[in-house]
């Protein structure tokens, strides 16, 4: 199983892999190679915060150059297409460590030997091929490639994603939070929609309510810092000079989406999100909680299974850390 992350956080995915039963064996910047004794686990159960790609039973493929590689996984693949018959499009993704120099060109051209190669063997299967990873969360199959090095490959048929992916910047965006929050849609499987309301705790300079307003939404911005570039004066947007955690509906409101990026002792963030779920003052929210000093796992386990866990209110809880996030990982609810 090879399982790939933001580079920095190895001890982190590390430990949330050993939880799952599962031995590393051989790690690197963002990825980890781990044993999995008895069955590969279900794809469509598995729930990890740190994990962004999950490869189970890769194959590992060795070469002393570009052709050598990209044969040795048209040979694999074609053999695993026996008695499978496509008929839809189909992921093709050559991924590979960013900290190395050099290794994404190199794999860059063993993709394009492959790619040629798939043309001449099987036509109609390479017509169907796309590149780029999948939008959402979830199970794909097709093929998927992890270069470990310059000369050896592990490739798999399966692949879980936890939905992260890197977005694309607005010129209007207040911060880089925006794209925290762009990239946690991706996860929900859903976004604020014209004329829901949204309330953004801890709002400034801007970058949720923004990204909200910017769909239609109705936005009650609370921060008594000030907004700036697209969400100060945005017709969507109404702010609010308060206190965020004092900051309550009004009777018989329900907004229909919850925000919160506030820096903040995570354990408070958790409270307050547990107010808002258990009185039902939202019906979704993003929630980012911070662990810097924190044990991140620990905090993990309380989010997800003590009796502070939100999860008991809610049909669907969700944790991620994005591609985005730094020391922090997102909350993803429905109630």
């Not at 959402?136 to 048929?157: E, I, P, Q, T």
């Not at 969507?236 to 907004?255: S, V, W």
């Not at 044990?295 to 997800?304: F, G, N």
Request: with cysteine.
């Amino acid at each position: 199983m090879i399982i790939t992350f933001q580079s920095g956080f190895e001890d982190a995915m590390r430990a949330e892999a050993v939880a799952q039963g599962w031995r590393p064996l051989e790690s690197g910047a963002g990825w980890i190679r781990a044993e999995v004794r008895g069955e590969a686990p279900a794809l469509a159960n598995l729930d990890l915060c740190f994990a962004h790609r999950v490869m189970p039973g890769a194959t590992e493929i060795r070469g002393d150059g570009v052709n050598a590689l990209a044969n040795g996984v048209l040979d694999w693949f074609t053999t695993s297409l026996r008695g499978e018959k496509i008929e839809g499009e189909w992921p093709m993704i050559f991924v590979c460590p960013i900290e190395v120099p050099g290794l994404a060109k190199r794999l860059g051209s063993v993709e394009d030997a492959f790619a040629s190669s798939l043309k001449k063997k099987v036509a109609r299967v390479a017509r169907l091929a796309r590149a780029g990873q999948p939008r959402g969360a979830g199970a794909a199959r097709g093929l998927f490639v992890w270069a470990a090095d310059f000369g050896r490959l592990y490739v798999s048929r399966d692949a879980w994603f936890g939905g992260q992916r890197r977005m694309a910047d607005d010129p209007l965006a207040p911060s880089r939070s925006y794209l925290k929050v762009e990239e946690a849609y991706g996860v929900a499987g859903v976004e604020p929609a014209t004329g829901e309301t949204v309330a953004d705790l801890g709002a400034a300079p801007g970058g949720w309510s923004y990204s909200a307003a910017k769909r239609g939404a109705v936005v009650t911005a609370v921060d008594n810092g000030p907004l700036k570039g697209g969400a100060l004066g945005h017709a969507g947007i109404h702010h609010l000079r308060e206190d965020a955690f004092k900051f309550r509906p009004a009777a018989g409101q329900t907004f229909d989406w919850l925000f919160c990026d506030i820096v903040e002792e995570p354990h408070h963030v958790l409270d307050m999100l547990n107010r808002w779920v258990g009185e039902k003052w939202c019906r979704r929210f993003v929630v980012n909680l911070k662990f810097g000093r924190t044990d991140p796992l620990s905090l993990l386990e309380t989010v997800r299974r003590s009796s502070r866990s939100p999860a008991r209110l809610c049909r669907r809880l969700v944790v991620r850390h994005l591609f985005h996030d730094r020391e922090e990982f997102t909350l993803v609810g429905q109630i």
